[in-house]
């Protein structure tokens, strides 16, 4: 069997969601008791095309807007962040969707690693909307995000 494109993921791999359920027993000691959504790839990249040029949003800011969306206590933050590099992914697939992925960002404001090019076209993208960034870590590289003032 041939290995779906991140198109074909994105459109078809995850029928049943969005999944509304308790947070499991293994997931309440970090993020606490109550309902959590999983979401589907199509919701998330509607979020990612409502984010308007020159702004970001985090994992964490995603999140929040989805479980207010669906009125639970949380957007599970794994599949969220497995199913955002799904659709930056399939962005690139497609040429001609136009959905701008590389204004989300890490939990913490940096260029996700996982993304298409990454770290160099998301930086190069955002650097055309006004962006900078700084360089953190010893050990473990990465950048956050600056808006130029």
Excluded at 33 to 52: A, F, H, T, W
Excluded at 71 to 97: F, H, Q, R, W
Aim: hydrophobic share 35%; glycine share 6%.
């Amino acid at each position: 069997m041939a290995k779906k494109t991140y198109q074909e993921q994105m459109h078809h791999s995850y029928p049943d969601h969005p999944i509304v359920k308790p947070i499991p027993d293994s997931m309440v000691k970090t993020w606490g008791e109550g309902m959590q959504v999983l979401p589907s790839p199509l919701e998330i990249r509607k979020v990612m095309r409502s984010i308007p040029k020159g702004t970001v949003m985090t994992t964490v800011e995603l999140c929040e807007r989805l479980a207010k969306k669906h009125k639970v206590d949380m957007a599970c933050p794994y599949t969220t962040g497995i199913l955002m590099n799904i659709v930056a992914k399939a962005v690139e697939e497609d040429n001609s969707d136009d959905t701008p992925w590389w204004r989300t960002l890490g939990s913490k404001g940096e260029i996700k690693g996982s993304y298409p090019n990454a770290p160099e076209e998301q930086m190069a993208l955002l650097e055309a909307e006004g962006f900078s960034f700084v360089k953190k870590g010893k050990k473990c590289v990465y950048w956050i995000i600056e808006r130029d003032a």
